[in-house]
């Protein structure tokens, strides 16, 4: 049961606007509604672009930036239980995950303020050609200008903090939609960077019809630079539409595994902890399993068993594994696809009493199933017995989608091998692909996005290098 209704308005300007218009969030689990947030469209987007580029005419100083993007780190420390619960009542995460996406959080604020000091261009050595002797030339990084910023909603609060720090420490204005079924994470954000001393302009949240504020966003000029994080369909159209924009693409994946027979013992316990939770609902939630031949029998034997023993239930429990997956019809799509797996069910299948899906793991599927070409963000996993690393390797290349794959084997060659041919932004080596320290350089290849996020990336991206010459 949500313990909360919270009412949010709009943060425009630095003020905070009601509209006359709500959006309601309801609890995925419960159906209860957690909180309303005033709906905003093209009128307030118009407002949001406005103040940003007021803002960004008197630039903050790096450290003024780097103490306000530490300060809301602080916050959300002292804060944990408080956005724990709010990331889990308005996605219907397990208080589990939703606590360590909290602590990502103040991570990725925490790295950003890092990033925000250390913002500097790069010496060019001009006298290493005739024409440069007798000049001086250096780079300075400048801000691309307004960000407009569009996140999903399967992380409310670390996703947005990848948009919001990285943009503030490359000294950049924002204009962020965030996902209409998750919007209160992504307000209390705005709340603490108001708090922590951010001045007007500088972060506008509107939250409402997507297609009219993402129209705005795509067609006003002022808006430099376009970061996305959701489905590919919205992502590649947005950039299509906006070809004098730089738009940065974090999109889905269907993440494959490769258990070779030599794999460290703990490696079904590994993917069965990280194939699930969320309900699957992660870009780099595990997916598609691939077993070769001599690790079969004891693989399943392993992994099916603790899949079995995940805790199916209330997402405000803290012993739950697996809550609800987003909506209605993303738990009927996903039944369907299981339905039509052309494979051997070995557990799951099916909803609960509570209609929760039950993780699921599908052996052998038809090569071209849904749930072996697409992303099924859901609690579904395929197991494909394959006869050697080479076929695995090219069936986990098999889709259109690259994001993050992984190998589990102590063989070094395998490992390597793998890491280079597979067509991913990321491996991971005895460690499941879901894995990401917001640190890293993180992001896809093919249709799983054109960018890499982590903070030090992000500014890169958001910033653009300016070069000074100087005559001696
Ligand atoms: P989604 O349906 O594409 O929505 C993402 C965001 O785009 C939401 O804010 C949505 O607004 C907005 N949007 C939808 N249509 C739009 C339009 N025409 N113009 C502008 N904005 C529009 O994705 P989702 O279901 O929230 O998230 C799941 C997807 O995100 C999965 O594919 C997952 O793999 C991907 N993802 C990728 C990463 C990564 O880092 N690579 C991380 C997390 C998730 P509304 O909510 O108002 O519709």
């Known amino acids: 049961m949500a313990t909360t209704a919270l009412e949010r308005k709009l943060f425009v300007g630095g003020e905070w606007v009601e509209t006359g218009d709500w959006l309601e969030v309801r609890s995925p689990y419960s159906g209860d509604i957690v909180g309303r947030v005033a709906k905003g469209g093209p009128q307030e987007t118009k407002r949001a672009i406005d103040a940003a580029e007021r803002a960004m005419r008197e630039p903050l100083p790096a450290h003024k930036r780097a103490e306000i993007l530490v300060k809301v780190a ?3 420390g002292r804060r ?4 724990a619960r709010l990331i889990s009542e308005e996605a219907g995460k397990p208080m589990k995950t939703a606590r360590v996406e909290a602590q990502r959080a103040m991570s990725t604020f925490t790295f950003a303020a890092v990033e925000a000091r250390k ?5 060019v ?5 005739r024409a440069g002797e007798g000049k001086l ?3 300075l990084r400048v801000p691309r200008g307004i960000v407009g910023a569009i996140t999903p909603f399967n992380f409310p609060c670390n996703l947005v903090a990848h948009k919001l720090a990285p943009a503030l420490a490359a000294g950049c204005a924002v204009v962020l939609k965030p996902a209409s079924a998750t919007p209160l994470s992504a307000l209390l954000l705005a709340e603490l960077m108001e708090a922590a001393g951010l001045p007007s302009g500088w972060l506008n949240v509107v939250a409402g019809s997507s297609s009219e504020i993402g129209d705005v966003l795509v067609e006003d000029e002022r808006v430099a630079a376009l970061t996305f994080t959701g489905s590919g369909d919205v992502g590649w159209k947005l950039k299509e539409r906006a070809p004098r924009k730089h738009v940065a693409l974090e999109l889905g994946n269907a993440t494959p595994v490769i258990v070779c027979a030599d794999a460290p013992s703990d490696t079904a316990a590994t993917l069965a902890a990280n194939s ?4 699957g609902q992660s870009c780099i939630s595990v997916q598609r399993i691939y077993v070769l031949d001599d690790a079969w029998d004891e693989f399943v034997r392993g992994f099916v068993p603790k899949v079995e023993a995940l805790v199916v239930g209330d997402p405000a429990d803290e012993e739950t594994d697996v809550g609800p997956v987003i909506d209605d019809d993303a738990r009927r799509r996903i039944l369907e696809w299981v339905d039509k797996s052309g494979g051997e069910l070995l557990t799951g299948g099916e909803t609960n009493d509570r209609d929760l899906i039950k993780p699921t793991v599908i052996a052998n599927p038809a090569p071209d199933a849904q749930v072996s070409r ?3 963000f859901g609690p579904v996993v395929t197991l494909t017995r394959t006869g050697s690393l080479d ?3 090219e069936l986990a290349n098999s889709t259109r989608y690259g994001l993050q794959a992984g190998i589990f084997t102590r063989d070094l060659r395998s490992a390597l091998e793998a890491a280079q041919r597979l067509e991913f932004g990321g491996v991971t080596v005895n460690e499941a692909p879901t894995f990401r320290a917001d640190q890293m350089p993180y992001g896809g290849v093919k249709a799983s996005g054109n960018t890499r996020e982590g903070p030090a990336y992000a500014v890169r991206e958001l910033t653009e290098e300016r070069l000074v010459v100087i005559q001696l």
């Open 125 to 129: 050595p001009m006298d290493a050609s």
């Open 391 to 393: 076929e695995a390797i």
């Open 80 to 83: 944990h239980d408080e956005v």
């Open 276 to 279: 699930f939770s969320f309900a």
């Open 119 to 123: 913002l500097a261009g790069e010496m």
């Open 374 to 376: 697409e992303e099924v």
């Open 137 to 139: 030339a250096f780079t």
């Open 74 to 76: 602080g916050q959300l």
